[in-house]
């Protein structure tokens, strides 16, 4: 896999190679108080960068290529995953997966967007962007998982539904809209996990749920940066300036009650260790779940309606 | 693309054309040229006395349009957005809404309320493009699912008019929430099994269609609106061709199933009348 490095990772990849040479070249020298100094500036450069991160560096992380994707997670989580495919309308939409599968032996329905990881795969995937079909086999799962009792876990990581002439033949708005009152209504727990990319409508058609998890890394806002900046700014040149405006971090929107819980990574990004990344959103998942469970389905649907009602902020 | 550069004109109406008419008396039909006396064109309901054109109007005409006189008690007029990012680009949100208010005379982009349609109790809420492009933020959300809890409570069909150039930029993640918002207090007013009727009008865009405006027990369109999810610049840049004629218009949106009915503006009050007759 082709490693790619963001800017404001370069200096800590070169001091950790740097680190790796003198060990490697360390055999029968005495030069372990030097890698002690270099382990410890590669700690505290880490430190540094990754505290101090701006918006617009996290969606750059957000949408790192060697990023855990939505099926990644579900392999690294669950087990017996059996994938579903189709809307049973028009098509399998492959920018949206989901299936049966365990999760620490409870059983649930778990779906998400799904992007590619390289060119071929994200033709195939495209890029993550589904089709009105996407959302409808998204909501025939549901409906299914609704039917026998299961839980539902949605992962969250798209650019956007995808702006096709076909997609809006096939009625990309009144997929979405439909999306959103049914999940409103689901008499099983959902929960969502913004795992990467949270854009706008194409996001929250599978974004309705009793409990919004986002990873640290993660954005979510009703528009890109970039789109943003084309239209408020009229060029493509103030993505940073729009992330910033658009506070579309975990850290902004907690406090704003748009998501319940940052689901922290692994230190540098979720990329940098998959497995530890999966087992910490698995453990948050579970602490969710297990409380959902417990709540009786007219209670749970009265509750998510209400906790969206709450989002918001006018005067009178 | 003729319907494409028509649109473009309809967002930003030609002012010198309308210098060269005395008075302010008289109006340009934007698709046939045609000039029309205002009190006429009022009198025909906003809609083009020769090529039926329906111009772009905002929630005081339709209320005047399909409310028995005076019927109509607004709900949360002096509502407005607490801007709560501290949203800034070239100008400061806080002052956009500002301006916009001082502008428009409205709070923000809808208009709620109860009225009367031929004496029949109906809970209304119709959208003003005028006001940021009847953008849906805070407050567009916040009064209109305060409208459907209004609507069940009372037993009151619900009736929503859209305009709407979508969710809005400036409060974010919380713009993208109102469609959550709605579409779950539709889905209460659906349980309790009370009418939901939306009317498309030109032009409902973005995720004010991917949320509300798409979930009409009926789905009413006024001809030609534009209407759809992404937009039409957006889905040609997308697919590097250009778009066919009459894409996204309400004959388009009739033709692959997703309105009911195409209504001209002069015939809104009775369709609606009709249906509410049956339906409730
Ligand atoms: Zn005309």
Known sequence: ???????????????????????????????????????????????????????????????????????????????????????????????????????????????????????KSNLYRNFGMPNPEGYRKALRLMKTAEKFNLPVICLLDTPGAFPGLEAEERGQAEAIARNLLEMSRLKVPIIVAIIGEGASGGALGIGVGDRILMLENGWYSVISPESCSSILWRSWEYKEQAAEALKLTAHDLLPLKVIDKIVPEPLGGAHKNHQEAADLLKTYILSELKELIKIKPDKLVSARVEKFAQMGAYTE | MAWFSRSKENIAPDTKKKEDMPDGLWEKCPDCGEIINKKQLENNFFTCIKCDYHFRIGSEQYIKILLDKDSFKEMDRKMRSADPLEFEDTKRYKDRIDSTIK??????????????????????????????????????????????????????????????????????????????????????????????????????????????????????????????????????????????????????????????????????????????????
């Open chain 1, 1 to 119: 896999m082709p490693k790619t490095v963001l800017d404001f990772e370069k200096p800590i990849i070169e001091l950790e190679e740097r680190l790796e040479q003198m060990k490697s070249a360390s055999d029968g020298l005495n030069i372990d108080n030097e890698i002690k100094i270099i382990e410890e500036k590669v700690r505290t450069l880490k430190e540094s960068v990754y505290k101090s991160l701006t918006r617009w560096q996290r969606v750059q992380l957000a949408r790192h290529p060697d990023r855990p994707y939505t099926l990644d997670y579900i392999y690294m989580m669950t087990e017996n995953f059996i994938e579903l495919h189709g809307d049973r309308y028009f098509k399998d939409d492959k920018a949206i997966v989901g299936g049966l599968a365990k999760i620490e032996g409870y059983k649930v329905m778990i779906i998400g967007q799904q992007k590619g990881r390289d060119t």
């Open chain 2, 103 to 280: 502008k428009t005379g409205l709070y923000d982009a809808v208009k709620t309320g109860t009225g009367k349609i031929n004496s029949r109790e109906v809970a209304l809420g119709c959208m003003d493009f005028g006001f940021i492009g009847g953008s849906m933020g805070s407050v567009v959300g916040e009064k209109l699912a305060r409208l459907a809890v209004k609507a069940r409570k009372n037993k009151i069909p619900l009736i929503i008019i859209s305009s709407s150039g979508g969710a809005r930029m400036m409060e974010g993640a919380l713009s993208l929430m109102q469609m959550a918002k709605t579409s779950g207090r539709l889905a209460e007013l659906a349980d309790a099994k009370i009418p939901y009727i939306s009317i498309l009008t030109d032009p409902t865009t973005g995720g004010t269609t991917a949320s509300y405006a798409m979930l009409g027990d009926i789905i009413i369109a006024e001809p030609k609106a534009l209407i759809g999810f992404a937009g039409p610049r957006v889905i040609k840049q997308t697919i590097g061709k250009d778009l066919p004629e009459g894409f996204q218009r309400s004959e388009f949106l009739l033709e692959h199933g997703f309105v009911d009915l195409i209504s001209h503006r002069k015939d809104l009050k009775m369709n609606l009348s009709n249906i509410l007759d049956i339906l409730m």
